[in-house]
């Protein structure tokens, strides 16, 4: 099946700093992929879909200037959250899938990230 | 709009069947997914469901009935690595995915 890997799986960084994290397919390309956000015991809620060569399209209650999304290529995708706070603490997945596959997404492996 | 339920946890017993049921209700209808979720990990996918009937793949077995708007995945032989989080989600005319809540499902001796 498709790979998708996602860089880095864990990450702690200080209250006001910014983030970047990284997911790339590796062996297909993926003109669009996708942002979920997970907390404790709580689904995934799907943040952003990231178009490549074209700005990305928010969820209603997302903020576009917070949670930067550059999708630069058709291997790689990356998800900064800005001037993080504690409460952005989150497990942050990204998908993709495969064009003309519809039948299943493919994960990245996923990013705890810890705001202290 | 967009709304999964399904049973927010089961226990079952190792070597048996467990049934998790789910109901949804969407705009956009492209596939009913089942995704297993060990905590901490990404999701991986299990089963997919775009007309109604049965899809059995192993132990697992998905079960999709469009009219009513519901969905069971049945785990047979259950093992004890089977304990996980058990994620319905739809597939919506965007080609994303809304996921439920998820089930989480422990196995006991």
């Known amino acids: 099946g498709a790979v998708v890997s996602q860089h880095p799986s864990r990450v702690i960084c200080k209250s006001g700093t910014s983030v970047k994290i990284e997911c790339r397919s590796l062996?297909?390309?993926?003109?669009?992929m996708f942002w979920y956000r997970q907390f404790p015991k709580q689904s995934l809620m799907l943040m952003a879909t990231?178009?490549?060569?074209?700005?990305?399209?928010?969820e209603q209650g997302v903020e576009k200037d917070k949670f930067l999304i550059n999708h630069a290529s058709l291997t790689l995708s990356t998800l900064t959250v800005t001037s993080a706070h504690p409460e952005d603490s989150s497990f942050y997945i990204c998908?993709?899938?495969?064009?003309?596959?519809?039948?299943?997404?493919?994960f990245g492996q996923g990013t705890r990230l810890t705001v202290v | 709009g967009q709304n999964i339920d399904q049973p927010t946890e089961m226990t079952a017993t190792e070597g048996a069947i467990v049934q998790i049921n789910c109901t949804y209700q969407?705009?956009?209808?492209?596939?009913l997914f089942w995704y297993q979720q060990h905590a901490g990990e990404a999701p991986t996918f299990l089963s997919y469901?775009?007309?109604?009937g049965l899809e059995e793949k192993g132990r697992f077995s998905s079960f999709l009935s469009r009219s009513k708007g519901y969905s069971y995945l049945l785990l047979k032989e259950l093992q004890m690595k089977d304990s996980a989080s058990y994620l319905c989600?739809?597939?919506?005319?965007?080609?994303?995915?809304?996921f439920g809540t998820g089930t989480r499902l422990t196995v006991i001796p």
């Open positions: 998908s993709a899938r495969v064009e003309g596959r519809t039948t299943e997404a493919f």
């Open positions: 062996d297909f390309q993926a003109t669009t």
């Open positions: 990231s178009n490549e060569g074209s700005k990305a399209t928010y």
């Open positions: 969407t705009s956009g209808f492209n596939g």
């Open positions: 469901n775009v007309l109604d």
């Open positions: 989600a739809t597939g919506t005319g965007a080609n994303n995915l809304f």
